[in-house]
């Protein structure tokens, strides 16, 4: 049905156009005045306007001409109705305005209806042929959209990649031919799957949530995640993405997506990542097992469900760590291993590995294979229960020397091992070899530092001599004993350092030692090893001269108590005669040769005593100031009593004040005692003994000169030693302990004094003693004075 609009002013003009049109079967508008003629063609699309010419404001003409001006309605035929104009004029106005005709009331009905729908049927036409070229269009279109699916779709199946494409709702509907065969399924056996069947368990959550995320939002869709190969079962890493096709309203038509497999790549990545990780860890610490364990750890479950580490004990594997992400299942491997204990003899696994030094790789461990692997039908059902798909055992050898064998096995993540799963395994395997053998390496300097550290503290002087018998190493203690600094000697040849030492071997020896220009005795052994000999010495001089004190006390003691005891004994037994009648006098010389020799014993007894004291410093001193002239002479009166025939002592005029001393005057007396003996039983031949006393800067000094045998020059110092005497043996007939003169250096030390001896002019000694003087108040108190009243 056409649209007739029916134009005119008048409502009966109208109405009668109406009631002519009415057989026509058509949609008849009415319009009440030009206005509202546009105003409906607006709305609708017309056949034909039948357009009365005279109305008020917008005419017919003027009307017709706004309606020929828009380019929709340009094309409508207009005819014009009207009553008057039937002049040339009018006519012609009325179609250069756009009219297709003209009728002019009172019109024939008839003619009208044929004349209106001879234009409908045009319009009909026209519609007709316009409906005609959409269709076709569409048809085109279709063809069109066809060729472009099958375009993309022969793209998608050259592509490397799984291709697939889903509906708005993400259901699949299109998967090219490399993702069926991947999956090894039919596209209808996928679609009703979904992708929950061949995504690894550990990436499907979040890859559900990441799609379901896409389809809501229409974004991109991009995930990582592990597509189950059905060819092996094994699980390989992908980049999956999708994009959503929208109309021109924006909403989702198709998803388009893509698998692409990235698992080589992936697991380059994460085995470089890996073994950076694992050198962190290895460099971690220097303890070896430590270090291991670390290794065994961080394999799981990066690169293996299991790892293990083998190393070698006694010829024997042990296996040091084994690792499982549960603990259960780590308990259950050490219980198989505690139970079935691998043989040394294995053809396959870590004894093998162990034997060969070469890696094992098993891509698939068939039902067969572990069959042979177990021992009966227990430990075939313990093997099965942990899964083992895939492994692989690679040997952990330091320079060649196999220490170890690691092992990964793959179970519950289905991966299968390929050449460059060994590889990787391979590479960490080495570098865990560098990190054993830094840390034995650094085991060694830290024990060599220990030892070297330990060297320098002993006591006993050590040296390394190597096979071509240069010094390679002086401790501390040596520099002290041999006083040959480690600078000096280090690098020489040890014949040329200490000629004679070099043919030192084996126990303890005694060899002599230059220092100082003393003779030094060194007690040394040595022991040879591989690259050298050590040689462990220490300094025996003053053990030696403790013995040879020892045995000269013994020899002496003995000797000078032998004397008095035999006369005692001789005098007592002859007292006790009965058979002779004694004179009174010789009983009384007697009687006086046991009460000498007595005192003489006792003397003897209290030297030693003494000497023992000094030598344990326990010796009382007490110091108050003693009058030096009046002690010497008490000294002298007291050696006039038994002087022997031919000696005579005197004392020398004192010249000037002799202040008094700071000592203890007991023991001053005895030390002048001492000397004063020793002068007298020194010159055997007789002769004059003089006493001097003097001030001396701030001291006293007294000395006593004989003409008698004299001391060598050498000897001087060594006089005073303890038990030293010049002729031990006594070949001079003349006795002592060889302590009175030690006895009265360390007296007149310790009351800061001193006590040397000089030769006498021709003959004879002068020994010198000087003592700190007290000084008189007014002149104040001197340092040595202090000093010596402190004592
Ligand atoms: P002794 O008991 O042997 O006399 P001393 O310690 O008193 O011990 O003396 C040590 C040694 O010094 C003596 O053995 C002696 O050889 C030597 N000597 C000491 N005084 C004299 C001296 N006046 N003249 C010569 N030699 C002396």
Redesign the pocket.
């Known amino acids: 049905m056409a649209n007739v609009l029916l134009v005119d002013d008048r409502p009966e003009n109208l109405l009668a156009l109406e009631g002519i049109l009415e057989p026509l079967g058509q949609n008849l508008i009415e319009a009440h005045s030009g206005e509202d003629a546009l105003r409906q063609l607006l709305r609708q699309d017309v056949a034909v306007i039948l357009l009365d010419v005279q109305m008020p404001e917008l005419d017919g003409f003027e009307t017709a001409r706004l309606i020929k001006q828009r380019e929709r309605t340009s094309h409508v035929p207009i005819i014009f109705i009207t009553a008057i104009s039937k002049d040339e004029e009018q006519v012609f106005r009325g179609y250069s305005a756009g009219a297709v005709d003209y009728v002019f009331k009172p019109f024939n009905p008839q003619v009208l209806r044929s004349k209106v729908s001879v234009f409908i049927e045009l319009h009909e036409k026209n519609e007709q042929l316009r409906r005609q070229a959409e269709l076709l269009k569409e048809q085109e279109l279709a063809e069109l959209r066809r060729e472009s699916e099958e375009r993309y779709r022969f793209l998608a199946e050259a592509q490397p990649d799984q291709i697939w494409t889903a509906q708005p709702s993400g259901e699949l509907d299109y998967v090219n031919q490399r993702a069926l065969d991947y999956f090894d399924a039919s596209f209808s056996e996928l679609v009703k799957s979904g992708w929950t069947q061949v995504v690894h368990p550990e990436d499907l959550g979040r890859m559900l949530e990441r799609w379901q995320e896409a389809l809501g939002t229409g974004q991109p869709y991009d995930n990582e995640l592990r597509l189950r190969r059905a060819s092996d079962g094994s699980y390989r890493w992908h980049l999956t993405r999708a994009v959503a096709m929208t109309n021109r309203r924006g909403d989702v038509v198709k998803w388009f997506g893509s698998n692409t497999d990235i698992d080589d790549q992936k697991r380059a990545e994460e085995a470089q990542r890996f073994l950076v990780e694992a050198g962190a860890a290895l460099a971690a610490s220097l303890d070896y097992r430590q270090t291991l364990a670390a290794v065994a750890k961080l394999a799981v479950p990066r690169i293996a469900d299991w790892s293990r580490v083998d190393m070698v004990v006694n010829d024997r594997l042990r296996t040091l760590a084994v690792e499982h992400v549960d603990p259960h299942k780590v308990e259950l491997a050490l219980e198989l291993g505690r139970r079935y204990p691998e043989s040394p003899d294995a053809q396959q696994g870590p004894p093998h590995v162990l034997r060969t030094g070469k890696s094992e790789l098993a891509s698939e461990i068939s039902e067969e294979r572990l069959a042979e692997l177990a021992t009966d039908d227990f430990h075939l059902g313990l093997v099965r229960e942990l899964g083992f798909q895939s492994y692989m055992c690679v040997p952990l050898a330091v320079h060649g020397r196999v220490l170890g064998v690691i092992s990964f096995v793959s179970a519950e993540s289905g991966r299968r091992y390929g050449p460059e799963d060994l590889a990787l395994a391979e590479d960490l395997s080495r570098r865990a070899g560098t990190a054993v053998e830094n840390a034995q390496l650094y085991r060694e300097v830290e024990e060599r530092a220990q030892a070297a550290r330990v060297l320098e503290t002993v006591g006993d002087g050590v040296f390394l001599v190597d096979g071509a018998g240069i010094v390679r190493l002086w401790n501390r203690a040596a520099e002290g004993i041999t006083g040959i600094r480690g600078d000096d000697i280090v690098g020489r040849r040890l014949e040329e350092a200490l000629a004679g030492w070099e043919g030192i071997s084996g126990n303890a020896e005694t060899v002599p030692l230059e220092r100082d220009g003393r003779e030094r005795w060194i007690s040394i052994s040595a022991v040879s090893f591989d690259e050298g000999t050590v040689y462990a010495f220490h300094d025996i001089t003053e053990e030696r001269a403790l013995e040879q004190i020892r045995q000269d006390l013994v020899a002496t003691v003995s000797h000078e108590l032998r004397t008095p005891l035999a006369a005692i004994y001789g005098s007592a037994v002859t007292l006790d005669r009965r058979d002779i009648e004694l004179q009174r006098d010789v009983q009384a010389k007697l009687l006086n040769v046991i009460v000498e020799e007595s005192a003489r014993l006792t003397g003897i007894v209290n030297d030693l005593l003494l000497a023992s004291q000094l030598d344990a410093d326990r010796l009382d001193v007490q110091i108050g100031s003693c009058d030096a002239r009046t002690l010497v002479e008490d000294v002298i009166a007291a050696a006039r009593t038994h002087l022997p025939d031919g000696v005579q002592v005197a004392l020398e005029p004192i010249a000037g004040d002799v202040p008094p001393v700071a000592a203890d005057e007991a023991q001053l007396r005895q030390v002048l005692d001492?000397?004063l003996d020793?002068?007298v039983?020194?010159?055997p031949a007789g002769g004059d003994i003089r006493l001097t006393v003097e001030a001396a800067d701030e001291a006293v000094r007294f000395a006593v000169a004989?003409g008698?045998?004299?001391?060598p020059a050498v000897e001087q110092s060594r006089?005073?030693e303890k038990f030293?005497?010049?002729?031990p043996d006594m070949t001079r007939g003349?006795?002592?302990?060889?302590?009175?003169?030690?006895i009265?250096r360390e007296l007149v030390r310790r009351v800061n004094g001193r006590i040397w001896v000089e030769p006498n002019d021709e003959q004879?000694?002068i020994?010198y003693v000087e003592i700190p003087a007290v000084l008189q108040p007014e002149s104040g108190p001197t340092h040595r004075e202090e000093a010596a009243v402190r004592r």
């Open positions: 001492n000397l020793n002068a039983k020194y010159s004989d008698g045998l004299g001391i006089i005073f030293y005497r010049l002729d003349i006795g002592g302990t060889g302590l009175g003169l030690y009265a004879g000694s020994f």
